[in-house]
């Protein structure tokens, strides 16, 4: 593969199926994963459609190899969710289909108070990239392009959750000038919270 015919641009509403895709295949340890396919294409779909939020891909050639999506407000989005038809009905169904594993989603109702950070509302949400697409240096250009279009618009300061366990993320962050803020455990999962001042 020559990397130089591969680059990043703004997420499209038609890239949604690809995103979801990666989504599902490769954020397996994600606690909204439980809550099927339905409801992570409507919340996915959501950020690429919002105009607070940044959604970017890794574009070879058509073929989408990786993704970013961030919210330049996470408790608006938040707020949005509960009130998406699309969102709520796909909660609905997972309810009806696996009700035991859909409530036990309901604890990620203390992720918000737990990965805080006094007047930070933007938020790096999820990343994704196909394997063959790793160690190639994609993840932290992503990452880049969403801190440079958040800076951009103003945005002073920004956080994001990684599951703690995710060594090679955390190192990417950590390379990247983010700063661990604290450690907080959601759905016995323990999780590291970054911040970076931009």
């Known amino acids: ?4 015919e591969v680059f990043i641009r703004e997420a499209r509403p038609d890239d949604l199926n690809a995103i979801t895709k990666l989504y599902d295949r490769y954020m397996y340890d994600s606690e909204l994963a439980a809550l099927g396919g339905t409801f992570i294409k409507n919340y996915l779909g959501l950020i690429i459609r919002r105009e607070d939020s940044l959604a970017f891909v890794i574009d070879d050639n058509g073929h989408v190899a990786g993704f970013i999506m961030a919210t330049l407000n996470g408790r608006d989005l938040r707020f949005t969710l509960v009130k998406e038809p ?4 796909a909660w609905l169904r997972s309810l009806l289909k696996r009700p035991g594993r859909t409530l036990k989603t309901l604890g990620l109702t203390a992720y918000p108070g737990r990965s805080q950070v006094e007047g930070v509302a933007a938020e790096l949400l999820f990343i994704s990239i196909l394997p063959e697409y790793r160690k190639m240096g994609f993840a932290k250009r992503l990452i880049e392009k969403c801190l440079g ?13 990684v599951v703690s366990a995710n060594e090679r993320v955390r190192g990417i962050l950590k390379d990247m000038g983010f700063s661990n803020v604290r450690d907080f455990n959601v759905l016995n999962k323990w999780m590291s919270l970054y911040a970076r001042t931009l």
């Open 86 to 89: 699309g969102i709520l009905y």
């Open 1 to 4: 593969m020559d990397k130089r």
């Open 149 to 161: 279009e958040m800076k951009r618009r103003g945005v002073e300061k920004v956080k994001v959750t």
